[in-house]
């Protein structure tokens, strides 16, 4: 049978494969599909891969790169959405799949249910939370602007603020709309706040994130998580200005305040400058009318409090009668004051006349002498105090003495040393009798006294005693120890042991040769 040629055609895995990639894309063609996005995967190529399923069934798409920038909304796993593109093949897995040139939402239901879903999760973490807010500056020096360097909205808020207060603008270019747009908004953001104060790029003082209105899907990438987050850990204060005043994504929740378009934000950064001019030029004529009144006034209330005010010879005749009245008194208190000193001078130098001094010196000397001749005295009594107490001691420390001393520690140290021999003896008999009493004790438990009274121990070739016979196989090699020796034997087995009626002969001290005709493994 194997050798009968056949008529059916013969094709290589290449030909089949690509034979079905051609019906598959001629039967289907062009098709739109409806499913939920299932497993998604963004490798480094920039392609996407994704799954669309529904309750029973599961199909595979890609969407190729430049397609994918150019998406309006980005495919997240949940989403419902309408899949537009082509049937084919991958031979290289026979697998088939979906090419997708387009893709969007099964109806603004999904996508404003993923958008409450998403607002009800940011807010359950507090990033919408109104102690977050911070205000904005009165006037700021430099203004950051995330938006399209290339749209009309740009245009609008430089526009706007060159009217109203021209300051320096810093642009910071994005993309407003596709795939991306959400990571470069979110690193606009955070790349302002990363400035340092006094670098070659000015640090902002206020960021506006503008663009201009659209649909939902055009607006989705101010809905992303990331922007939400940098709008929300912004550190510098920050207007959210995205589409017209209908129109509201989550980063209007998450910035310091919301403007209902992009002029309307330039608006909030930055106040007239013609206003400010007017307001400063009127606060300066109040300032001047104010001070003119207030120098007027003083300068009243200064002529009037003059002019209550007494004459300055007035003033001084009180204290320059004073001061005459008390240089008068000066003469002759001093006249007064010389007197008592020269009085008191005289008390004291009655006193210190030689005769007296002569007097105190001598009496001095006097004392000094006595308690000189006590001192000498007290000290002669000390030496002879001391002198007799030495005699004492070495009266006690004569020869005699000490070999008395002597003799009667040597016979104490003997007496010691034949209680010390006395007491060692003792304790040597005591360990002796309990020494014999223990061997006593373990000779009579000594299994060697069994082996005595005419019993054997048998023994495997591992050295363990034998217990039992079914645990003996035949042939096994056996050891019998007696009370005066060791006897190797060979287990023969049960039934097959021939039975002898001779008294065996006596055992011989030693291990037997198993293989001689004495040998007592024949009682096994």
């Keep these: 049978m194997a050798d009968t040629p056949s008529n059916i055609a013969e094709f290589s895995v290449s030909e089949i494969s690509f034979s079905i990639k051609r019906t598959m894309e001629d039967t289907f063609g062009y098709v739109r599909v409806r499913g939920e996005l299932g497993r998604i995967s963004r490798p480094g190529s920039g392609h996407v891969y994704l799954d669309l399923k529904d309750d029973?069934?599961?199909?595979?798409?890609?969407?190729?790169?430049?397609?994918?920038?150019?998406?309006?909304?980005?495919?997240?796993?949940?989403?419902?959405?309408?899949?537009?593109?082509?049937?084919?093949?991958?031979?290289?897995q026979s697998k088939y799949q979906m090419v997708i040139d387009a893709l969007e939402p099964a109806g603004a239901g999904a996508l404003m249910a993923l958008l409450e879903e998403r607002k009800a999760k940011l807010a359950a973490e507090g990033l919408f939370a109104e102690d977050r807010k911070q205000a904005l500056p009165g006037l700021p020096r430099v203004i950051g602007v995330?938006?399209?360097?290339?749209?009309?909205?740009?245009?609008?808020?430089?526009?706007?603020?060159?009217?109203r207060f021209p300051l320096h603008v810093v642009?910071?270019?994005?993309?407003?709309?596709?795939?991306?747009?959400?990571?470069?908004?979110?690193?606009?953001?955070?790349?302002?706040?990363?400035?340092?104060?006094?670098?070659?790029?000015?640090?902002p003082d206020l960021l506006i994130v503008a663009r201009g209105g659209g649909s939902i899907e055009d607006l989705w990438g101010f809905n992303d998580e990331a922007v939400v987050r940098a709008a929300a850990d912004s550190q510098i204060p920050l207007i959210s200005a995205v589409g017209h005043e209908t129109d509201w994504t989550?980063?209007?929740?998450?910035?310091?305040?919301?403007?209902?378009?992009?002029t309307g934000a330039a608006e909030l950064a930055v106040p007239v400058k013609a206003d400010l001019m007017a307001q400063?030029?009127?606060?300066?004529?109040?300032?001047?009318?104010?001070?003119?009144?207030?120098?007027?006034?003083?300068?009243?209330?200064?002529?009037?409090?003059?002019a209550a005010l007494p004459a300055a010879r007035d003033l001084l005749a009180l204290p320059r009668q004073r001061f005459d009245t008390a240089a008068g008194n000066l003469e002759r208190a001093l006249i007064v004051n010389t007197r008592?000193?020269?009085?008191?001078?005289?008390?004291?130098?009655?006193?210190?006349?030689?005769?007296?001094?002569?007097?105190?010196?001598?009496?001095?000397?006097?004392?000094?002498?006595?308690?000189?001749?006590?001192?000498?005295?007290?000290?002669?009594?000390?030496?002879?105090?001391?002198?007799?107490?030495?005699?004492?001691?070495?009266?006690?420390?004569?020869?005699?003495?000490?070999?008395?001393?002597?003799?009667?520690?040597?016979?104490?140290?003997g007496a010691l040393g034949e209680r010390l021999d006395r007491a060692h003896r003792g304790r040597l008999l005591q360990e002796r009798a309990k020494l014999q009493s223990l061997e006593k004790l373990l000779t009579s438990l000594s299994y060697k006294e069994v082996l005595a009274r005419g019993y054997a121990v048998v023994r495997d070739d591992t050295g363990q005693p034998v217990r039992s016979?079914?645990?003996?196989?035949?042939?096994?090699?056996?050891?019998?120890?007696?009370?005066?020796?060791?006897?190797?034997?060979?287990?023969?087995?049960?039934?097959?042991?021939?039975?002898?009626?001779k008294t065996?002969?006596?055992?011989?001290?030693?291990?037997?040769?198993?293989?001689?005709?004495?040998?007592?493994?024949?009682?096994f």
Excluded: C
């Design 171 to 203: 642009v910071w270019p994005v993309r407003v709309q596709g795939e991306t747009s959400g990571a470069e908004v979110a690193n606009g953001i955070r790349g302002f706040n990363a400035l340092s104060p006094g670098g070659p790029v000015p640090r």
């Design 469 to 501: 016979t079914a645990g003996v196989e035949p042939n096994a090699r056996l050891a019998i120890e007696l009370a005066d020796g060791t006897i190797d034997a060979v287990a023969l087995g049960g039934d097959m042991a021939p039975k002898k009626t």
């Design 504 to 523: 065996p002969p006596k055992a011989k001290t030693g291990r037997q040769d198993k293989s001689g005709p004495t040998s007592q493994g024949s009682l």
């Design 250 to 262: 989550l980063i209007d929740l998450a910035a310091d305040i919301r403007a209902p378009t992009p």
């Design 146 to 163: 995330v938006t399209s360097p290339t749209g009309a909205v740009i245009r609008d808020i430089l526009h706007r603020i060159s009217d």
């Design 56 to 92: 029973r069934a599961v199909l595979s798409g890609v969407i190729w790169r430049g397609v994918a920038s150019k998406l309006k909304i980005q495919p997240e796993q949940g989403l419902e959405v309408i899949a537009t593109g082509k049937i084919t093949t991958f031979p290289g």
């Design 280 to 306: 400063v030029d009127d606060l300066s004529r109040r300032l001047a009318s104010g001070l003119n009144r207030l120098v007027a006034n003083r300068r009243t209330e200064l002529r009037a409090a003059g």
């Design 340 to 413: 008592a000193h020269r009085s008191a001078y005289g008390q004291v130098s009655v006193r210190l006349s030689p005769l007296l001094l002569a007097r105190g010196t001598t009496r001095v000397r006097h004392d000094l002498k006595a308690l000189s001749d006590r001192q000498a005295r007290a000290l002669v009594v000390a030496v002879a105090q001391k002198r007799q107490a030495f005699a004492a001691i070495t009266t006690r420390l004569t020869p005699e003495r000490l070999a008395q001393q002597t003799t009667l520690g040597r016979e104490r140290a």
